[in-house]
């Protein structure tokens, strides 16, 4: 099943956030511009530690919003 969303409920959960702290690695992210998503070559390497700690909060927020959910998903 799958559920089409909208790049700002994928950026508001924190998972854009998630990926592209792991895509820095490799000098890739993901970006959204007017709701439109795609992948870029980048310079970064991270986050600033305010951005950091917001990207935990939201996505741990998403997962508290979502855990039931997502449990009964995979059960």
């Known amino acids: 099943m ?16 998630w990926i592209n702290r792991s895509l820095h690695l490799f000098g890739w992210a993901i970006v959204i511009e007017d709701n439109e998503m795609y992948p870029a070559r980048c310079k970064y390497r991270g986050f600033s530690e305010k951005v950091e ?10 997962l508290v919003d979502n855990a039931n959910e997502l449990n009964k998903e995979v059960n």
Do not use: A, P, R
């Open 53 to 62: 700690d917001n990207g935990f909060h939201t996505l741990t927020q998403y």
């Open 2 to 17: 799958l559920e089409k969303k909208t790049c700002v409920e994928f950026q508001n959960s924190g998972l854009l956030w």
